[in-house]
């Protein structure tokens, strides 16, 4: 994949991303019409309305089984024992999941969700081609079983969802003039920031560090709109505002063909790093449990940082290390599953 692709569509896919948070309780269309793919290793889907199997020996055992709750219509028991699970992968959200040109399924998070299948020998997970506007309800339907494509922890999905480990990251940076080039969280006392719609992704990252961090003041004008990205750096050149609170890979993008944004602004290494995570049908914690254990494995045995240096141009699990914002994977047992909530 081109780098250069990867900016490109990387600001949609967390306004996307964010925007969902907001919508998790509202009505929607419970199905959408996509392209299916079946097994653990196919790497391909089929034409749209149609479904390809592949096989794949599962190479470590993991404990899971459909949840308790009621028929779930993304969880099908084959009567072997072993499970075929829908799983939305959101179309259009590239670097994370989308379909490319020759319509396979791509993405770092379409490869996690087959490692992940790879190690849970109960289930079979069968890729459905979603659009992200669809999926939210689509999920709570019980439709598809979760989906994974960059989404930060929120309070719309802790309430309407049960969330994942971290299977990703994405890091949050400070982007100032490049006079002022604040690098530190505490360079914000006082300062005044590009305002976020409260149920966005950022805004919810923004509000966490400022509870470890209670002597920063800074001013934040009240909004219920998104601001473009690009309007809220220009504002910050203007001196309409001191910073924006955002990631790098967005500031890059709008940079790269504006020489004169480039010159005077200033975007420094990550601060934190947003825990990006699976959203999942409530009735599901047996398929939580299974996906978490797998996914602590993955990151034991360095397949997740290998996938974000693919996918993401580099690895953000140390980024999140760096910045005292990495999950304890060696430290997870099941008792911990609502970590997001403690």
């Known amino acids: 994949m081109e780098r250069k692709c990867i900016r490109k569509k990387i600001m949609a896919v967390v306004l996307t991303s964010v925007m969902a948070a907001g919508t ?189 961090n209670p002597n920063v003041k800074y001013t934040q004008d009240p909004t219920s709109e998104y601001i473009p990205y690009l309007d809220g750096l220009q504002d910050v050149v203007k001196g309409k505002y001191d910073c924006w609170f955002g990631g790098e890979t967005m500031y890059k993008d709008l940079v790269k063909d504006n020489k004169e944004l480039a010159d005077e602004t200033f975007c420094s290494k990550a601060i934190t790093t947003a825990s990006c995570v699976a959203v999942m049908n409530k009735n599901l914690t047996d398929l939580r449990e299974a996906i978490n254990e797998a996914t602590c494995e993955l990151y034991s045995d360095g397949t997740l940082q290998k996938l974000s240096q693919k996918w993401l141009g580099a690895d953000y699990f140390q980024t999140a290390k760096d910045t005292n914002s990495l999950f304890d994977y060696a430290g997870y047992s099941k008792d911990k599953a609502d970590w997001y909530k403690q």
Request: with cysteine.
């Open 24 to 212: 998790l309780a509202g009505c929607g269309s419970s199905t959408a019409a996509g392209t299916a793919s079946t097994g653990t290793t196919a790497a391909s889907s089929a034409p749209s309305g149609t479904v390809s199997s592949s096989s794949a020996a599962a190479s470590t055992k993991a404990s899971g089984s459909a949840s308790a709750g009621g028929n779930i219509a993304a969880v099908k028991d084959k009567g072997d024992g072993t499970y075929e699970v829908t799983v939305a992968v959101l179309d259009g959200m590239a670097p994370y999941t989308y379909t490319d040109e020759d319509g396979k399924m791509q993405g770092y998070d379409y490869e996690w969700m087959q490692a992940v299948d790879q190690k849970l020998p109960k289930y079979t997970f069968k890729y459905v081609s979603v659009s992200a506007d669809a999926a939210p309800a689509a999920i709570q339907a019980g439709t598809y079983a979760f989906s994974a494509s960059a989404h930060f922890v929120t309070p719309a999905r802790e309430e309407n969802y049960i969330l994942s480990v971290p299977e990703s990251y994405f890091p949050v940076n400070l982007v100032s003039k490049k006079a002022e080039s604040f690098s530190k969280f505490t360079d914000l006392s006082g300062k005044t920031l590009v305002p976020n719609p409260p149920n966005d992704g950022l805004s919810v990252v923004l509000s966490e560090m400022s509870k470890s």
